[in-house]
């Protein structure tokens, strides 16, 4: 089974971009399909992205031109780049691993957009 660690979160202005990052050990992360999800306080957990197995990718409405999930599978690492980021982008940000079994989640990464 697949364990996720998240980082790359933090602090940034409107309109600025970070980078997540999802470190993925324990198993052969090739074969899952990958997804970012977040959550804001008080607000239930939300669909941002995904990638499959293969390489196709998903995105919700909200982030759609503004964000890119991408896989490195030579690194068992799964990406997210945010860019023209807004303050409804606050929230903790989760990765997510699936192979068609129990889903599994990483710990979250807090991203806060504030001037």
């Known amino acids: 089974q697949v364990q996720l660690v998240e980082s790359g979160g933090g602090l940034v202005q409107p309109g600025g971009s970070l980078r997540l990052s999802c470190a993925a050990s324990?198993?052969?992360?090739?074969?899952?399909?990958m997804a970012w999800y977040r959550q804001a306080p008080g607000k239930q957990r939300d669909f941002i992205a995904i990638i499959t197995s293969g390489g196709r990718t998903t995105y919700a409405d909200s982030v759609k031109g503004r964000f890119t999930i991408s896989r490195d599978n030579a690194k068992s690492t799964l990406y997210l780049q945010m860019n023209s980021l807004k303050p409804e982008d606050t929230a903790v940000y989760y990765c997510?691993?699936?192979?068609?079994?129990?889903?599994?989640w990483g710990q979250g990464t807090q991203v806060t957009v504030s001037s």
């Open positions: 997510y691993a699936s192979n068609g079994g129990p889903a599994i």
């Open positions: 324990g198993s052969i992360f090739s074969g899952y399909a």
